[in-house]
C-alpha cells in the first residue's frame, strides 16, 4: 500500500495542492483496533495497511468526488447506518446486485472507506455471498436499488484510484488576492486561506478577501460572503449575490452549503419584504445535483410564517401524550446498541432523545453534569426552553463545538434563520460568534 500511496501522492501534488495536503498522518495502531473492535469486524490487511499511511482525508476529495474516511470516521459512519439497520429503516427496500454481496439494502459487514457528501459509500465487504470475494469494494447508493462490486480488493480499488489520477489533469492554479491591513500585507493564496482567516475571528479582513475571489468566480468565496453579510445584517447584499450559488450548486461537494444560502435568502424576504425577489430567485434553473427552488420555497413558507408570528411551536411536534409513551418505550428499551461502546456516547445518545420526546428536565441535567452530551446545534435546538439570555448564554459556550462540513460554512447560519434564536440574534451578538476563533481543527491548513 505504501507503493499506491506514493503514486497517488505523485499525482495529487501535481493535480491539486490543496487535495495533496488534505492526506491526513497515519492512524495510531491503537485506534484502528478500537474502531474494528467497536464494528465487531476485522478490517482487512490492505485496509489497515492503507489507514497505517494516510488516515483518511480532511475536507478535501481523493477521486471522482470520493474522500477517504479517517479511522475514527469510519467507525463513526458504520455506527450511523447500523443504528438504522437495528432500527429496520432499511427492511422494505431491495437490492439489485449481481449475487457477489448481500442483497440487504445496506449490510452491517460493510465497513465504510469513502463518501461523496450525498449520503453515499464505497466500502469494504466482509460478508461476500460464496459468488463474492472477502474484501471486495461494494458501491452503496443510498436513493438507488443498483449495487456495484467496484474492485476484488481494496489494494485493488486504491491502485485504480493511482491509474485514474494519473489520467488527470492538473486543476487551473487559483489566484491569490494580498490585501493591505493597518501596516501589514495579508496574503490569500487562494479562497479556503480567506474562509479559514474568517473561521480564526477577523471577519471583515476575510470579508474583502473573499469578495475579491468572488469576482474571480469562487463560488464557495460567494456563498461565505452571503453568509458573514447575513450575520453582518446587510440582506440586500444576500439578495443580490445568492443567484451566483444556487444555479451552481454543483461546485459544493457537501449541499449544506447551498442549502443554508436558501434559508438565508428566505430571512432577508423577511426582513426587507422583498417576497417579489425571493420569488424570482426561487424560479432560477437549479443547480445539477440541488433542488435549490424547492428549499427555497419551504424556507420562505417557514419564515413568512414564523416573521407573522403564525406558526405555533408545538405544531409539528408530538402530543404530550406521545412523547411520554415514546420516552417510557426508549427507558425500557434503552439505548440501541451501536451507542453503547462508551459512556460518553450513552449519554449524548439519550441527551438527544430526552430532547426529540420534550423530557426538559432529563436534557437540562445530562447538559449541566455532562457538557460534552450538548454540542451546538443541540443547544440551538433547545433554545426555545429559555429566556433569551439565558439560550443566548448556552449557545455561545458551545460554539467550539460547531462542526460545519465545509470551508464555505464561515459561521452558523442557523442562529439567524432558526425561527427562535433569529428573534434574539442582536447585532452585537452576530459580531460576538463572527470575532470568536471557531473550527479550530483546521486550522492547519497550509497558508503559504
Same mark, same amino acid.
Given at each position: 500500500m505504501q507503493r499506491t500511496w506514493t503514486r497517488i501522492e505523485k499525482e495529487l501534488t501535481r493535480i491539486s495542492t490543496d487535495r495533496a495536503e488534505s492526506l491526513r498522518p497515519p492512524a495510531d495502531n491503537a485506534i484502528i483496533k478500537e474502531a474494528s473492535k467497536a464494528m465487531d469486524l476485522e478490517m482487512p490487511s490492505d485496509l489497515v495497511d492503507s489507514l497505517h499511511v494516510h488516515d483518511g482525508q480532511n475536507n478535501e476529495t481523493l477521486f471522482e468526488g470520493w474522500r477517504a474516511l479517517s479511522t475514527a470516521e469510519i467507525g463513526q459512519q458504520w455506527k450511523a447506518m447500523k443504528h438504522l439497520y437495528d432500527e429496520g429503516v432499511f427492511k422494505e427496500f431491495e437490492t439489485d446486485n449481481d449475487g457477489k454481496m448481500n442483497s440487504d439494502w445496506w449490510c452491517p459487514g460493510w465497513i465504510p472507506v469513502f463518501e461523496n457528501g450525498f449520503g453515499d459509500l464505497v466500502c469494504v465487504d466482509t460478508s461476500p455471498t460464496k459468488r463474492g470475494r472477502m474484501g471486495q469494494v461494494v458501491l452503496f447508493l443510498h436513493d438507488d436499488a443498483e449495487r456495484f462490486v467496484?474492485?476484488?480488493?481494496?489494494?485493488? %480499488? $486504491?491502485?485504480?484510484? #493511482?491509474?485514474?489520477? #494519473?489520467?488527470?489533469?492538473?486543476?487551473?492554479?487559483?489566484?491569490?488576492?494580498?490585501?493591505?491591513?493597518?501596516?501589514?500585507?495579508?496574503?490569500?493564496r487562494n479562497a479556503?486561506?480567506?474562509?479559514?482567516?474568517? $473561521?480564526? /475571528?477577523?471577519?471583515?479582513?476575510?470579508?474583502?478577501?473573499?469578495?475579491?475571489? +468572488?469576482?474571480?468566480? *469562487?463560488?464557495?468565496?460567494?456563498?461565505? &460572503?452571503?453568509?458573514?453579510?447575513?450575520?453582518? /445584517?446587510? @440582506?440586500?447584499?444576500?439578495?443580490?449575490?445568492?443567484? *451566483?450559488?444556487?444555479?451552481?450548486?454543483?461546485?459544493?461537494?457537501?449541499?449544506?452549503?447551498?442549502?443554508?444560502? #436558501? /434559508?438565508?435568502?428566505?430571512? #432577508? /424576504?423577511?426582513?426587507t419584504a422583498k417576497w417579489s425577489r425571493v420569488a424570482e430567485i426561487a424560479q432560477l434553473t437549479p443547480g445539477r445535483y440541488g433542488n435549490a427552488s424547492k428549499w427555497l420555497a419551504e424556507s420562505a413558507n417557514e419564515q413568512r410564517d414564523a416573521f407573522g408570528n403564525a406558526i405555533s411551536m408545538a405544531r409539528a411536534k408530538r402530543s404530550q401524550g406521545?412523547?411520554?409513551?415514546? %420516552?417510557?418505550?426508549?427507558?425500557?428499551?434503552?439505548?440501541?446498541?451501536?451507542? +453503547?461502546?462508551?459512556?460518553?456516547?450513552?449519554?449524548?445518545?439519550?441527551?438527544? $432523545?430526552? &430532547?426529540?420526546?420534550?423530557?426538559?428536565?432529563?436534557?437540562?441535567?445530562?447538559?449541566k453534569s455532562h457538557p460534552n452530551t450538548c454540542e451546538f446545534r443541540d443547544a440551538v435546538d433547545i433554545a426555545h426552553w429559555f429566556d433569551p439570555d439565558q439560550a443566548w448564554e448556552l449557545i455561545s459556550s458551545r460554539l467550539d463545538s460547531w462542526h460545519p462540513v465545509a470551508y464555505a460554512q464561515v459561521a452558523p447560519p442557523e442562529l439567524i434563520t432558526n425561527t427562535?434564536?433569529?428573534? %434574539?440574534?442582536?447585532?452585537?451578538?452576530?459580531?460576538?460568534?463572527?470575532?470568536?476563533?471557531? &473550527?479550530? @481543527? %483546521? @486550522?492547519?491548513?497550509?497558508?503559504?
Open positions: 467496484l474492485a476484488n480488493s481494496f489494494k485493488t %480499488w $486504491m491502485q485504480k484510484i #493511482a491509474r485514474e489520477l #494519473a489520467k488527470t489533469d492538473a486543476d487551473t492554479p487559483a489566484q491569490s488576492v494580498t490585501l493591505t491591513s493597518g501596516d501589514r500585507d495579508l496574503h490569500f479556503k486561506a480567506a474562509q479559514l482567516h474568517a $473561521m480564526k /475571528g477577523h471577519p471583515i479582513e476575510a470579508l474583502e478577501a473573499l469578495e475579491q475571489f +468572488s469576482i474571480l468566480g *469562487d463560488s464557495t468565496a460567494q456563498a461565505s &460572503v452571503i453568509i458573514l453579510r447575513a450575520c453582518l /445584517g446587510e @440582506w440586500d447584499a444576500v439578495l443580490q449575490h445568492a443567484p *451566483d450559488v444556487l444555479i451552481d450548486t454543483e461546485t459544493f461537494f457537501h449541499l449544506n452549503v447551498p442549502f443554508e444560502i #436558501a /434559508g438565508l435568502v428566505a430571512r #432577508a /424576504g423577511a426582513e406521545q412523547n411520554e409513551e415514546a %420516552w417510557a418505550k426508549y427507558e425500557e428499551d434503552g439505548v440501541p446498541p451501536t451507542y +453503547s461502546q462508551s459512556e460518553e456516547r450513552r449519554l449524548q445518545h439519550r441527551f438527544k $432523545m430526552a &430532547v426529540a420526546y420534550d423530557r426538559r428536565e432529563v436534557a437540562l441535567e445530562l447538559a427562535v434564536t433569529r428573534t %434574539w440574534m442582536t447585532p452585537e451578538r452576530c459580531r460576538q460568534i463572527l470575532e470568536s476563533p471557531r &473550527v479550530r @481543527w %483546521w @486550522w492547519d491548513f497550509k497558508n503559504k
